[in-house]
């Protein structure tokens, strides 16, 4: 997923994951200017207009720096089982200790019975 251009088309594609699977995020980041403090990542969950989860995690804080960060999530499991499957919309954004956001977006998921669905 990529999050430097247009935020707005990520709402039409859709990622796919298998039920059951085990899965991470890996976010690559940068801090332009200032000191960012207790970065965090953020994200609800909704099937069909019913909030389903919602998961934050610590990324932590970090000083400006030329290069990218990277953050690694622990690792999740899909959801499993007839009544889990279908298409899930997700609400992410990055917010910091003091409320300031600082990305905003929308995406899709689908959790399917296999990869060849």
């Known amino acids: 997923m990529d999050l430097t251009g247009d935020l707005n088309s990520l709402k039409e594609k859709n990622f796919s994951v298998q039920e059951g699977a085990r899965y991470r995020l890996k976010i690559h980041f940068k801090v ?3 000191i960012v403090a207790g970065l965090r990542y953020h994200h609800v969950t909704s099937r069909k207009g019913v909030k389903v989860d919602k998961v934050t995690y610590m990324v932590g804080s970090y000083g400006p720096k030329t290069g ?9 499991e899909a ?26 977006w929308e995406w899709n998921l689908d959790i399917l019975k296999d990869w060849n669905e």
């Open 68 to 76: 990218e960060y990277e953050y690694l999530t622990p690792a999740e």
């Open 32 to 34: 332009n200017q200032e």
């Open 79 to 104: 959801p499993k089982g007839l009544m889990s499957r279908g298409h899930y919309q997700i609400k992410s954004h990055f917010i910091d200790d003091d409320k300031n956001v600082f990305l905003s």
